[in-house]
């Protein structure tokens, strides 16, 4: 499977842009700030819903902008399908296929597989909990048919009983009368337990899916270098001891509900979970080099690789900068690993980070920027960038 056309409109800071690209290894280069990651940002988005670089839609959108339109035509068994998905700023995002009617984004979620290698890659380890939470949606979109669902559900639930919590803490500290917000709290709170724990369970699933072929790379990139393994640490902990958890995490709401009734806040839910990264039984971020952490996010993002192909199609490879973050044996593990996939995009902004990639083709990203003032002048800069 590969992509054969990239078309972006208003996409972050690309008014208008279209990239075909053949099957293999693909070089987009061009200096900082050009717009690189952008354009392979958008694959990701395209496939998995998000991006690693943005906790909502409104940053994927050019400034001053209402919506973005990502459309890839994608080549697979001799078909091409075209995928579209219009990125509201905000409001829901919605998608096509073929240019058929319009469909929801879970619609085409997972439909082009894709797995995004990144320098901000070595915080799904290091970094806090989110890092490692937006990891395991974007593995849900990918791995998952019904994840999408269960989370969007899930987040809508959350942002009603926060406001609602939220008014509360308010009324609290006007001395007005709240009965009305009460009992629609307990309402809510029903469903935040039903819609927590169908969330939990999902994501259990996906990290236990991921903790084996993750142990395994580890193992494999470090020579034996620890034990590896991925834990899930669910807020509703209770999820993972009792079968039917839901009255046990209700008592617990009843404990804490002086708390989220001062703060006005959701004080516990999957919106806190985390994936513990352990090295040799211990927490990775607390007690790993800096080398092993990087090795560990290598071996996470080709676990996703690993979980995803096994469903039968070799995910679009993005290698995006990747180059002049690592050391020599790290960008060769990443080398040897991208050079057996079907699509392998790369993104690099000097000319001396461009790895040996035989019959790699490469596209000045410059000659892509529309025929401005703006644009002759990067083209320019480029051109005498690549001449000298
Ligand atoms: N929503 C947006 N609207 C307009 N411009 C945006 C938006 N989001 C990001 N940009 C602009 O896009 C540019 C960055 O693009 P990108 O991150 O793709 O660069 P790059 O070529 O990958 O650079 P580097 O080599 O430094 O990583 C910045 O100039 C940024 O201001």
Known sequence: ???????????????????????????????????????????????????????????????????????????????????????????????????????????????????????????????????????????????????????QRFAHVAQQRGALLRQIAQAGRNGTPMDAALSGLEIWTGQFIEAGVALTRARKALTDRLSGPFADIYARLSNNGGEARLEYAPSFAEVLELDAPEMEISRHFQRIYPGEAARGVNLIGPQRDDVSVLLDGVPAREYASNGEMWTMALALRMALFRAVAEQGTRPVVILDDVFAQLDESRRAQILDFAADQDQVLITVAAASDIPEASGAAVIDVASLLPDTQEGAVQRDTAQEGAAR
């Open 1 to 151: 499977m590969h992509i054969s056309r990239l078309a972006l409109d208003r996409y972050r800071s690309w008014d208008s842009c279209v990239l075909d690209f053949g099957p293999g290894v693909t070089i987009l280069q061009g200096r900082n700030g050009l717009g690189k990651t952008n354009l392979v940002e958008a694959v990701e988005v395209l496939a998995t819903g998000g991006s690693h670089r943005a906790s909502s839609s409104l940053p994927l959108v050019k400034r001053g902008e209402r919506s973005a339109v990502i459309r890839a035509n994608v080549e697979d068994d001799g078909r091409t399908t075209t995928y579209e998905l219009t990125v509201s700023a905000r409001g829901a995002n919605r998608a096509r296929i073929n240019g058929g009617r319009s469909v929801y984004m879970r619609d085409i979620l997972g439909r082009i597989p894709c797995v995004t290698f990144s320098p901000e890659d070595q915080r799904l380890v290091s970094g806090d909990p989110a890092a490692r939470r937006g990891f395991l949606n974007q593995a849900g979109a990918l791995l998952d048919r019904t994840y999408w669902d269960v989370a």
